[in-house]
């Protein structure tokens, strides 16, 4: 089964608008990285966050992290059409050596 | 553009053809992996190949087989395949195989079997 849960499933908002995902985990981490995908590309690596940080940040890019409660957010300001893609989180749950994803937010940005 | 390349970009063979999909990168990257990803879910892990070696097979049947000839080199043979095998099937590279560090993904095979 997948490690992480996000949400919402999808989100749609307006150019310009900031918009926040949201990813729970279930177990102890290294670190958890964000990755985009635009449809039927490869995933691209956005940002990573390592499991005794609690903020990064990357341009428009901003992630939380908080290892008690076993989630993240990611932060994307100022919203361009460019955007819309699915955003999946992942993680390496300790010990096993690889990424596990979860099951991605669909975002779209409208004109 | 990506630095890890896969072909063919798509591919549609019959439940009794053997076909293979590569993958290359020229990162010098050290850890390279093969998942499987149905349309609207997250990608899958198959395989992970760390120094050349095979040290992850999450249990996927035998008519999937890896190879990786070199460290730059992956390819992913199949056979007797089935209908619900179609999906797009993505390489990935990273430094070390060791899910710390970032994976650069191919733009994927996109695999129809009929």
């Known amino acids: 089964s997948q490690q992480g849960e996000e949400d919402p499933q999808a989100l749609s908002i307006q150019e310009g608008e900031n918009a926040t995902m949201n990813c729970s985990y279930k177990?102890?981490?290294?670190?958890l990285q964000w990755y985009r995908q635009n449809s039927g590309r490869g995933l691209v690596h956005l940002i990573l966050?390592?499991?005794?940080?609690r903020e990064k940040h990357s341009g428009r890019l901003r992630v939380t992290l908080d290892t008690s409660k076993k989630s993240s957010s990611l932060l994307i300001t100022a919203s361009r059409a460019a955007d819309t893609a699915s955003y999946f989180c992942?993680?390496?749950?300790?010990?096993?050596?690889?990424?596990?994803f979860g099951q991605g937010t669909r975002l779209t940005i409208n004109p | 553009d990506t630095e890890v390349t896969q072909t063919p970009k798509h591919l549609v063979m019959g439940m009794t053809n053997k076909k293979s999909l590569k993958c290359e990168q020229h990162?010098?990257?050290?850890?390279m992996y093969w998942y499987k990803q149905k349309a609207k879910k997250p990608p899958e892990l198959m395989f992970v190949?760390?120094?050349?070696?095979?040290?992850i097979n999450e249990s996927v049947p035998s008519r999937f087989s890896p190879e990786c000839p070199n460290s730059s080199l992956l390819n992913l043979h199949l056979h007797a395949l089935q209908p619900e095998d179609s999906a797009l099937y993505l390489c990935?590279?990273?430094?070390?195989?060791?899910?710390?560090?970032?994976?650069?993904f191919g733009n994927g095979t996109r695999l129809t079997v009929t």
């Open positions: 177990t102890s981490i290294n670190n």
């Open positions: 966050i390592r499991s005794n940080e």
């Open positions: 992942a993680t390496d749950p300790r010990g096993a050596q690889k990424l596990v």
């Open positions: 190949y760390s120094y050349e070696k095979l040290s």
């Open positions: 990935a590279s990273s430094p070390r195989g060791d899910g710390n560090s970032p994976l650069h």
């Open positions: 990162m010098g990257h050290r850890a």
